[in-house]
């Protein structure tokens, strides 16, 4: 996929989207914040904040859902390993609240059917397997590595002795 056609926003962020964000106070006033839903073609689905104050001469506060989370995270606005948890963990009570923005939305809410799809899960008997390997590997080279340089200093000093 074109990076054009998701998006803007950090991959921590991306894999935010979806959950409810806090609505903040605008930079340029004191009015909060909107979520919205676009509508446009270019980016059909696509969720932004903005201020509602956002006339030619209002607030210039606007930006897509990555860039909003990416700038909730920059101002320590949110608990990204309580919301990364929730994720992985994929349990019920994220599930049903998932769909319960806690911002003005336009967007229907989630159906619970859509929640029922889980988030591939990690097997951490064969992760430790992997990485015993992959220690075992890296020990290997260092091994090579280290026979490498005793013949060179070797044939070094061989060749030295021949010099004198």
Not at 56 to 72: K, N, P, R, T
Not at 89 to 105: I, K, L, Q, V, W
Not at 130 to 153: H, P, R, T
Request: aromatic share 8%; with cysteine; glycine share 6%.
């Amino acid at each position: 996929m074109d990076s054009a056609d998701r998006p803007p926003g950090s991959v921590l962020a991306q894999r935010l989207c979806g959950l409810p964000m806090p609505l903040i106070q605008c930079d340029d006033c004191t009015r909060t914040v909107l979520r919205l839903t676009s509508g446009m073609p270019k980016h059909p689905g696509w969720v932004f904040f903005k201020c509602e104050n956002d006339r030619a001469d209002g607030c210039s506060f606007w930006f897509w859902e990555g860039e909003y989370i990416d700038l909730l995270i920059e101002r320590n606005l949110i608990d990204v390993r309580a919301l990364l948890s929730r994720i992985e963990g994929n349990d019920a009570a994220a599930c049903t609240t998932r769909g319960e923005a806690t911002s003005t939305s336009f967007e229907p809410k989630m159906k619970k059917e859509e929640c029922k799809i889980k988030n591939p899960q990690i097997n951490n008997e064969c992760m430790e397997k992997i990485l015993v390997q992959l220690v075992g590997a890296v020990m290997e080279v260092g091994n090579l590595l280290k026979c490498i340089l005793v013949v060179l200093v070797f044939f070094g000093l061989a060749i030295l002795a021949k010099i004198w």
